[in-house]
């Protein structure tokens, strides 16, 4: 059987955290998928990760900034990107990966996230001009990336919860990759990103699971499954 961490700390209120597990039995129901999944609060988790994390499969860090223990949620983050473990993030999960990533390959030192330090003079997660929260958007995958090859069309309707996101600032640092631009709005903004050097490794700044709540299976979720799956972890 294979389990799936599901990175943050965990509320039935939030709708996000409602949607997830109904997703992922979504996807391990439609592909017939030997799948099953474990909150980790990130309180769990210390400066050594990988005690808590070996067991698992693959990781999927979920909504709910701001995390418990922020350097526990960057740190399984980091596990999954070293290990090459198939790792999702939405939304928080989004914007941490930016931040674990811009740290340890960018080389920026504490990047700062504009809802943990508001003070901060240039945060790589700022605030979004216009907030998504509870709004619905099209986005663009990338043409060549692994995010459009799963999608399958040119365009998708995607909802979010979400008041931060990159920093336009920064935005020119993913032409370099690995991590890489995998989604973008009709404003251009970044809406999703991939590593290109990993197994699966995909971060959206909307919310996929979503789609569980109103009955319809999703293809980023069975992707993700399917990698777990595979994974020879």
């Not at 979504?26 to 799948?35: E, G, K, V, Y």
């Not at 990047?111 to 790589?124: C, F, G, Q, R, V």
Request: charge should be negative; proline fraction near 9%.
């Amino acid at each position: 059987m294979t389990s799936i961490a599901l990175i943050g700390d965990v509320d039935p209120r939030v709708t996000a955290h409602q949607a997830i597990p109904a997703a992922l039995a979504r996807a391990a129901s439609d592909a017939r998928l030997p799948l099953t999944w474990t909150w980790v609060h990130t309180t769990h988790l210390g400066a050594d990760v990988a005690p808590e994390l070996e067991p698992f499969s693959a990781l999927w860090c979920v909504p709910g900034s701001p995390y418990a223990n922020t350097k526990g949620a960057l740190a399984a983050i980091r596990f999954a990107r070293e290990t090459g473990r198939p790792y999702l993030g939405t939304c928080a999960g989004f914007q941490h990966v930016m931040l674990e990533y811009a740290e340890a390959v960018w080389g920026l030192p504490a990047p700062a996230h504009a809802e943990l330090n508001p003070a901060a003079s240039d945060p790589l997660i700022a605030g979004l001009e216009c907030a998504l929260v509870e709004a619905t958007g099209d986005i663009w995958p990338t043409p060549g990336s692994r995010l459009a090859l799963i999608y399958g069309v040119p365009r998708a309707t995607e909802t979010y919860h979400c008041s931060y996101g990159l920093n336009p600032r920064y935005a020119a640092r993913l032409d370099e990759g690995p991590l890489r631009v995998a989604a973008r709005d009709a404003a251009g903004a970044i809406r999703a990103v991939e590593l290109d050097s990993a197994r699966f490794f995909v971060a959206t700044l909307y919310q996929p699971e979503r789609a569980a709540l109103a009955g319809r299976s999703h293809p980023l979720i069975a992707a993700f499954a399917a990698a777990a799956v595979e994974a020879p972890v």
